[in-house]
């Protein structure tokens, strides 16, 4: 995945009925993590990249 931020892999990981998605900013090394349901797993993704941004834009 690529964005104004650069270079971002996301991985997900079904835990039972929840879904674990990380995203980690290839530049950094910084990572964000979001929890919820597994029916929504790409709700999920967006909110983990969403939490990412706001980390990197915050310094």
């Not at 991985?11 to 929890?35: D, L, M, N, P």
């Amino acid at each position: 995945m690529t964005d104004v931020l650069g270079e971002v892999i996301v991985e997900s990981i079904r835990q039972g009925t929840y879904v674990k998605c990380t995203a980690v900013h290839v530049a950094t090394g910084r990572e964000a993590v979001a929890i919820g349901p597994v029916h929504e797993p790409k709700a999920v993704e967006r909110l983990a990249v969403a939490k990412l941004k706001r980390m990197l834009s915050a310094g």
